[in-house]
């Protein structure tokens, strides 16, 4: 079954390069996709491919809408969506007021089934077509999870949170528990569909040695499993890894020491690592996901992405809901770019001062899309229109936004059309959702 989706396309060309961009894309103002049984078939000039293709096809016109794969959110919380926008305060003591009490309550199905449910809409309506999700250490949180992706034939990388210490209570349990479900969750899971499991120790204040080993015997026992949790996101936290760990190098050594620095390891947030710690997560293959409106809304810091980039260390973005206050990935990159501006002030003083090192419109859309896929290691499946790749794309309509309409009215280039709409589009802007060449967004019921 061929379908066409008419309308300006943009994706980077799979050997695009993260320092050439502007090398690494293709833009077709009048562009065709063809999809074959949810894959893609074929991107390119409507003209062109219209005499090409003599198969016939139903085409769906999008008019001056653009089509971009779909977007990746590389860190979220699916138990963290009532938690979002809650008032004030560090990490720390925000986990402990309105996090934890929130997660609580996904150890009932029903309500875990209900909230996923939402947590799911609401990644669609935004243009996501990928998350890397945290659930709670709940199963019935984690079969929501990976049960609601299935009915959506949605791509997802997922696994328990677990904790067993400085957490309370009702969300700890010991590391042989955790191994014993979590081998349970794997083999039920874990390529299946297009769902991939994560080892999931939420981070070094609560995992203990003997936690991180059994994340570590898991990572030996099963194949191609990814591993995600934070790292150095706020100075308070930071400070207590290096207390509880002490005869570490540091936060890092904590988590490579155990065997859980892999190629498949995907690290939160990342903006206090040393030069040292990012040479070797580079080293290593490992990538870091940075998460803006959640550093800026926590006020935890201000990731330096071109740092992080010149070290060789691969980024992909996160929402992180509920820290982050959008699942717009559209107004993550604001976020981003905003973040990238304000370190490259502060740089001056360093001496380190670059005019280039503001985050521009291709890189921003290159870490939702291809540079995203990258860091998951699944750029041959999605992140761009590469043919074969699975038809995952977002429809970005600027005209339901009168000042983007406005804005891009005579704009000249694709990187200004590209930053106009980073800047100003959020979910609003969002067409249509498509999943392996199905519409599943706007929602049918
Ligand atoms: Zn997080």
Redesign the pocket.
């Known amino acids: 079954m061929l379908k066409g989706f008419r309308g300006r396309i943009f994706y980077f060309d799979i050997n695009a390069d993260v320092f050439h961009l502007e090398k690494g894309y293709h833009y077709f103002e009048d562009g065709l996709l063809l999809v074959k049984d949810g894959k893609v078939l074929k991107a390119g000039s409507y003209d062109k491919l219209s005499v090409e293709v003599t198969q016939k096809y139903e085409c769906i016109e999008f008019g001056n809408s653009f089509i971009f794969p779909g977007f990746i959110d590389a ?1 979220v ?1 699916s138990v963290q969506t009532k938690s979002i926008a809650s008032y004030g305060n560090q990490l720390l003591q925000w986990l402990q007021t309105y996090i934890f009490p929130n997660e609580k309550k996904f150890d009932n199905t029903e309500y875990a089934r209900e909230h996923t449910r939402f947590f799911f809409q609401q990644l669609l309506k935004n243009g996501t077509t990928t998350a890397v999700i ?1 659930p709670a250490i709940f199963d019935a949180s984690v079969e929501a999870v990976f049960e609601t992706a299935r009915m959506l034939n949605m791509r997802i990388i997922s696994g328990k949170t677990w904790m067993d210490r400085n957490a309370p209570d009702y969300l700890i349990e010991k590391p042989e528990k955790s191994l014993k479900s979590v081998s349970g969750q794997i083999e039920k899971w874990h390529r299946k569909g297009r769902a991939h499991y994560a080892i999931t120790p939420r981070y070094a204040i609560t995992s203990s040695p003997d936690s991180l080993k059994v994340a570590a015997s898991l990572l030996r026992t099963y194949e191609g499993l990814y591993i995600q949790t ?1 790292i150095s996101e706020n100075m308070q936290e930071v400070a207590m890894v290096n207390h509880s760990y002490n005869d570490h190098k540091g936060y890092l050594d904590v988590y490579d020491s155990y065997g859980l620095l892999t190629p498949y390891t995907l690290l ?1 947030h990342g903006i206090y690592l040393s030069s040292g710690e990012l040479n070797r997560i580079a080293q290593a293959g490992a990538s870091i996901v940075h ?1 803006p409106t ?1 550093n800026l809304f926590l006020g935890s810091g201000l990731f330096d992405f071109h740092k992080t980039i010149e070290h060789g260390v691969k980024i992909a973005v ?1 929402s ?1 809901v509920g ?1 982050g206050t959008s699942f717009s990935m559209l107004s993550n990159l604001h976020d981003a770019y905003k973040i990238s501006a304000l370190k490259n002030n502060l740089n001056f003083e360093n001496s380190s001062f670059n005019t280039f090192a503001t985050m521009n419109a291709l890189e921003a859309f290159y870490f939702i899309t291809l540079g995203g896929a990258r860091a998951l290691h699944l750029e041959n499946k999605i992140g761009s229109f590469l043919q074969g790749n699975e038809a995952d794309f977002v429809v970005i309509d600027p005209s339901k936004n009168q000042l983007l309409s406005y804005r891009l009215d005579g704009a000249d280039t694709v990187e200004e059309m590209l930053f106009a709409i980073l800047m100003l589009g959020n979910e609003q802007v969002v067409k249509a959702t498509y999943l392996m060449g199905e519409e599943a967004y706007p929602f049918k019921v």
Do not use: F, N
């Open positions: 860190h919380h945290y934070h939160g998460c959640s996160g992180d820290g």
